[in-house]
């Protein structure tokens, strides 16, 4: 597994970004997925986490409804789409694979990729 985020970037509030995460592994389909991410000065937190055929999706309570997570076992990417962005929403944002779907612990997921800067400016 080896993870490649990128589609940070600046945007306005109320704007949207798509975030994609590319595993140039050969054995996507065989973990769960998750998006998490950092603040300055605050603690990894959980955003949003997919099993492994995309059929069931998991968010934490602050991007639901504004932020939808899908996958392509076929492209072996994830994505996160994010819309309404909000500057509480600025944070780098890590892709993340493990063998446990939909959990929210950053210390069950196996595999991180190097991090993505959002930046959401009021």
């Known amino acids: 597994v080896q993870l490649q985020a990128s589609g940070g970037g600046l945007v306005q509030a109320g704007g949207s970004l798509r975030l994609s995460c590319l595993d140039s592994?050969?054995?996507?389909?065989?973990?769960?997925r998750a998006w998490f991410r950092q603040a300055p000065g605050k603690e990894r937190e959980f955003v949003a986490a997919?099993?492994?055929?995309?059929?069931?999706?998991f968010y934490t309570d602050s991007v639901k409804g504004r932020f939808i997570i899908t996958r392509d076992n076929v492209k072996n990417t994830v994505d996160l789409q994010m819309n309404s962005l909000k500057p509480e929403d600025t944070a780098v944002y890590y892709c993340?694979?493990?063998?446990?779907?939909?959990?929210?612990?950053?210390?069950?997921?196996?595999?991180w990729g190097q991090g993505t800067l959002v930046t959401v400016s009021s």
């Open positions: 997919i099993n492994l055929n995309g059929g069931r999706t």
């Open positions: 993340a694979a493990g063998t446990l779907t939909g959990s929210r612990r950053t210390n069950e997921y196996d595999f």
């Open positions: 592994g050969r054995t996507f389909s065989n973990y769960g």
